[in-house]
């Protein structure tokens, strides 16, 4: 049995025990894809329609290193933005002794002090929520700790609009037009017939009805779906076009455009010296316990979805893996996708 085979069961056991209905793959080097598949169908549903390999998928947390952290990495390419302001700059409600010290840096390497999500529902505009996060209370010291954090990429997604003067949907839509690859904040209405849907979270106000095409993230979808945190649809080999640009510039090649140069693909995809963080400049970093398993090199870098979305990039060896799937769709828990990943990952050690 091949490594390919032994993946695709390790995907085909998860869609049968109910983790997930639907799954894409496509797994590649540099010159381009190795391997690209899809498998089950868009529900549980006895008569859903089959995945296939243009469905689109809700990228969920994958929206934090591909898109803002790809805007933000240009800003500091132009000189608009620098890694070190502090956080006051930017937000007024950015205030007290506790938090002067927070930066950019620390935003993107989640180690603001900011807790994972709001304490109450999400509010209905970007002032309330720009408020609501600067006046919370932190959880810890700015870089003593490490806690993941949807809001510290929400506040970025506000900086990096003020900074760069559009949206930060438009900013990276300039990028992924260089890099030709298909990933949108959104899908267009015929499109969004043939997403992968998932279901509200009970405290959703859109519970009780699918949701295809449409972000599964409250938050996201109370900012209109363009959010730092969340946002982002596409395909499995769209995410591989975007994987493969990443990849080229980790591994030293100069020709792509601005602003995956080896330089800051290098910063940004080293990890912090907060202790105890394997986290990056938005990307998380290789740990043997993690998502991407064991089998990974040193300089591999990914991050993960909650719709049970994944991207890891590993340049020592030439290679990218993005398994996207719909586990938010009536699918199994947090813990039983971390373990399909780690497998899935393993099977495909040593292609």
Aim: a negative charge.
């Amino acid at each position: 049995m091949s490594a390919y085979d032994t993946a695709r069961q390790v995907v085909d056991n998860a869609i049968r025990q109910r983790v997930f209905p639907a799954a894409t793959i496509d797994v590649g080097r540099s010159s381009g894809s190795m391997w690209s598949d899809a498998l089950g169908a868009l529900t549980f549903e006895r008569d859903a329609p089959a995945a296939a390999i243009d469905t689109p998928f809700d990228l969920a947390s994958l929206t934090k290193p591909m898109a803002t952290t790809t805007v933000v990495m240009e800003l500091v390419r132009t000189g608009a933005l620098q890694l070190d302001e502090p956080v006051s700059v930017f937000s007024t409600d950015w205030r007290g002794a506790d938090r002067a010290a927070a930066t950019i840096r620390d935003l993107l390497e989640h180690a603001s002090g900011l807790p994972a999500r709001l304490v109450d529902a999400p509010p209905d505009t970007r002032r309330e929520f720009e408020h609501e996060i600067g006046a919370m209370p932190l959880e810890y010291a700015p870089r003593s700790a490490s806690i993941y954090s949807d809001l510290g990429f929400i506040l970025l997604g506000f900086i990096v609009a003020d900074r760069g003067g559009m949206s930060l949907a438009d900013q990276f839509a300039q990028i992924t037009n260089r890099v030709k690859a298909d990933i949108t904040y959104g899908l267009t209405p015929d499109r969004r017939t043939l997403a992968a849907p998932t279901q509200p979270m009970d405290e959703d106000t859109r519970r009780g009805r699918l949701l295809a095409g449409e972000v599964h993230d409250n938050y996201a979808a109370a900012l209109g779906g363009v959010a730092g945190h969340a946002g982002l649809f596409a395909t499995a080999t769209a995410v591989g076009s975007f994987a493969r640009a990443w990849l080229r510039a980790a591994r030293g090649a100069d020709d792509l455009p601005p602003p995956l140069t080896p330089a800051l693909v290098s910063e940004f995809t080293s990890r912090t010296t907060v202790p105890g963080s394997s986290r990056a400049l938005g990307w998380d970093t290789m740990l043997t316990t993690s998502s991407c398993g064991s089998r990974m090199l040193r300089r591999a870098f990914g991050h993960v979805g909650f719709t049970g979305t994944s991207l890891w990039i590993d340049p020592e060896r030439d290679r990218y893996f993005v398994l996207l799937t719909n586990r938010a769709c009536g699918g199994g828990t947090i813990e039983e996708m971390r373990t399909v990943r780690r497998a899935f990952h393993d099977a495909l050690g040593d292609i």
